[in-house]
C-alpha cells in the first residue's frame, strides 16, 4: 500500500459546482499535511497548509481526519481557473512524500 | 523576488553524453530536493539534501548524482544518461526546522530532458 493515496481523477465538475476530494496516508507518525496545486506542465505551488482545526482560505477549505487518516480539500463555487491537478503531501521527519494527484477539470 | 531557478529549461541529449542541471534558490533554504515526474508515476524523488555537505537519497536515486557545496545551489548530475531519464525534472527548496522540514517547497520551474 502507498503512503499517500489519492483517487486520480480526472473530476469533470460544472462552473459554480462545489467538489471535494480525499486523500489517505497510511503512517500514523506523520506530522504535516499540505494540499499543492499544479497546472499543466508547471510547477506545483502550495495551495494550503491543512490542520486538524479546518483551514478556510475563500473558496477552499481543507481539513484534516488523524483517527481516520485522511485530509480533504473542499472548492465551493468552482471556476473555470481551478482546472488543474491537485497534489496532497505529508511530512514525517526529513520525508516529503507526494500523492499522485487528482486531476480537476471544471467544465462551463 | 524569491525563486528557485533551474537550467536548462528544456534540453536534448544522446545516450551517454554527461550533463548537469543547475538549481539555485535565494530563499537562504537549508533544504533543497530533485524530483522527477513521468505520466502515471507523479512526483517522484531523486535526492535531496538537508543542508550544505549533507545529501541523502530519494526513491529514484540510480543513474543520478548531486552535490551540495554551497546553500544555494544544488546541481543534478547523469553521468551517462539513458533513454529512461527522459523525464520532466524540478528543483525545490524549503526552510528546515528541528527534526525535519516545513513542508512549504518552492519549486523551480522544470527542465524537460529528452535523452535520445
Known amino acids: 500500500r502507498k503512503e499517500v493515496e489519492q483517487d486520480p481523477g480526472p473530476f469533470n465538475v460544472p462552473e459554480g459546482a462545489t467538489v471535494a476530494f480525499n486523500c489517505t496516508y497510511s503512517n500514523s507518525a506523520s506530522q504535516s499535511f499540505f494540499w499543492y496545486r499544479q497546472d499543466c506542465r508547471k510547477e506545483p505551488k502550495l495551495l494550503m497548509s491543512v490542520y486538524s482545526s479546518g483551514n478556510e482560505d475563500g473558496r477552499f477549505t481543507a481539513q484534516l481526519n488523524r483517527a481516520s487518516q485522511y485530509i480533504s480539500l473542499l472548492i465551493r463555487d468552482s471556476k473555470l481557473s481551478d482546472s488543474a491537478t491537485y497534489l496532497c503531501?505529508?511530512?514525517?521527519?526529513?520525508?516529503?512524500?507526494f500523492g499522485k494527484g487528482t486531476r480537476l477539470h471544471i467544465l462551463p | 523576488e524569491a525563486q528557485v531557478t533551474q537550467n536548462p529549461r528544456y534540453l536534448i541529449t544522446v545516450t551517454g553524453k554527461k550533463l548537469t542541471v543547475t538549481c539555485s534558490q535565494n530563499?537562504?533554504?537549508?533544504?533543497m530536493s530533485w524530483y522527477r515526474q513521468d505520466p502515471g508515476l507523479g512526483l517522484r524523488q531523486i535526492y535531496y539534501s538537508m543542508n550544505v555537505e549533507v545529501t541523502d537519497k530519494g526513491d529514484v536515486p540510480e543513474g543520478y548524482k548531486v552535490s551540495r557545496k554551497e546553500k544555494r545551489n544544488f546541481p543534478l548530475i547523469l553521468e551517462s544518461p539513458s533513454p529512461n531519464q527522459t523525464s520532466l525534472y524540478f528543483c525545490?527548496?524549503?526552510?528546515?526546522?528541528?527534526?525535519?522540514?516545513?513542508?512549504?517547497?518552492?519549486f523551480g520551474e522544470g527542465s524537460r530532458l529528452t535523452v535520445l
Open positions: 530563499m537562504n533554504h537549508e533544504y
Open positions: 503531501v505529508v511530512i514525517r521527519d526529513d520525508k516529503i512524500i
Open positions: 525545490a527548496s524549503s526552510l528546515s526546522r528541528p527534526g525535519g522540514v516545513t513542508g512549504e517547497l518552492f
